[in-house]
């Protein structure tokens, strides 16, 4: 079995800046990512509030550059996904690829879409219900789609699909909009995009394809049918915690509870980016807590090894 002094998993913002430092000083370290490397930020067409980059930058090339740093200063990049993770005199992490033993962990496995949990959604998916607007929207030209949501995401998705669609209609379960105030003054300039009110999606209509919605208003318990293409799915995300629930504290929804060096429950292990409890779910923040975690390891290394 190969032994590394840092396992790193996930390979978003966190873990490659996580990566970066524990190789840089001098610990034997590799990363697991199950996907493409980058995590979800590489499905940002453009990202305009990471540090450095006036201009902005998209996602793909910022993950790009994140990935080509950490491993010129040594980092093992191995893609594989985590089916268990046990404990001994160290930590023991079984992938699809193999098991591999480490001292100390940094998980930074980030968090995957919330669904909508209504018929239709399972039987469509793919088939005009997407949730990555920057992946699927140039499918959608001239068509009439919805994005569900009303934070960040959704509205970033719904200006995003404007280049491509006729009409993008924004559904949100409240009657005001979650997201920052640039994104907001943006979205009501839009004359693609139109906005409905303190409605939910209660089903999505079509046989092979979505051909339509069917929405319930929250206030007045009015049913109605919106005839749409596509559905964007932006309703929020759930923490991908499931390999580690049996081995380190999570909160009532699933996230790794850490103090303020990022350390878990249990000794040795660190935990990044949206993963964790309380993370703002920014890539600014989820590098800071990665640098901070790469930190927390190498001392806990430096201190086990010289008990």
Known sequence: MARYE???????PGGLAAGLYTSRAGLKSLLLERGAVGGQMVNATL???????????SGAELGSLMHQQA???????LTAEVTE??????????????????????????????????AGEER???RGISYCATCDGFFFRDRVVAVVGGGDTAITDALELSQHANRVYVIHRRDQLRAGQVLQERAFAHSKLKFIWSTVVEDVLGDKVVEGLKLRNVKTGQQSTLKVDGVFVAIGLLPNSRSFFNILELDDIGY???????????????????????SPHQIAAAVGDGVTAAMSAFNYFVSKSNA
Do not use: C, W
Not at 6 to 12: E, K, L
Not at 47 to 57: D, L, S, V
Not at 71 to 77: P, W
């Open 6 to 12: 840092v396992i790193v998993i996930g390979g978003g």
């Open 47 to 57: 990202i305009e509030n990471y540090p450095g980059f006036p201009e902005g930058i």
């Open 71 to 77: 491993v010129k200063y040594g980092l093992e990049v």
């Open 85 to 118: 993770l046990s404990q001994g005199k160290s930590y023991t992490v079984s992938t699809t690829e193999g098991s591999f033993e480490a001292a100390t962990l940094i998980i930074a496995t980030g968090s995957e879409y919330r669904k909508l949990g209504v």
């Open 124 to 126: 469509l998916s793919g």
């Open 256 to 278: 790794i509870v850490t103090d303020e060096m990022m350390a878990t429950s249990a000794p040795g292990i660190f935990a990044a980016g949206d993963i964790r409890r309380h």
